[in-house]
């Protein structure tokens, strides 16, 4: 089956309420994703599999020089195949497209491998503050 990406793709709220709850746990939130995106995004890559959305990362950006990633997911049973850094890359090329000159993410250390790795981000110091 032939998995496809694409930039800012049209997607329903609850399929991706559901990728989202499926991949980080939780219960489904009812976020108006559609609304939030288009408020803060740069924009979105979705990947799909016969129409159904197995994978999604989110591209923020300061307008400027610098886009960020949040909330790479891609369901369980399509894991392990590349579907993550495929979408990685569709987001980085798309950021390249729209000028911008660094791609930010932040991760936690299980995810090392993923980002460094498979995606290859090199590490950097950052900061946090938990609010």
Same mark, same amino acid.
């Given at each position: 089956? *032939?998995? %496809? !990406?694409?930039?800012?793709?049209? =997607?329903?709220? *609850?399929? #991706?309420?559901?990728?989202? &709850?499926? +991949? =980080? +746990? +939780?219960?489904? &939130? +009812? *976020?108006?994703?559609?609304?939030? #995106? ?6 979105? $890559? ?6 159904? #959305? ?19 997911? $891609? ?10 850094? /495929?979408?990685? /890359?569709? /987001? ?12 930010? $993410?932040? =991760? ?5 491998? =993923? !980002? ?7 590490? %950097?110091?950052?900061?946090?503050? /938990?609010?």
């Amino acid at each position: 089956m *032939t998995i %496809t !990406y694409v930039w800012r793709d049209d =997607f329903d709220n *609850t399929a #991706l309420d559901a990728l989202h &709850t499926g +991949g =980080f +746990g +939780g219960p489904a &939130t +009812g *976020t108006d994703w559609r609304a939030r #995106l288009e408020r803060h995004s740069l924009g979105w $890559v979705c990947a799909r599999e016969d129409g159904l #959305l197995i994978g999604f990362v989110n591209v923020l950006w300061d307008g400027g020089l610098h886009a960020f990633l949040l909330d790479t997911v $891609v369901a369980r049973e399509h894991r392990s195949r590349g579907v993550g850094a /495929a979408l990685v /890359a569709t /987001a980085a090329d798309e950021a390249r497209a729209a000028r911008c000159a660094w791609l930010h $993410v932040d =991760f936690e250390e299980h995810l090392r491998a =993923f !980002y460094v790795d498979a995606c290859g981000f090199r590490v %950097t110091a950052a900061g946090l503050i /938990a609010l």
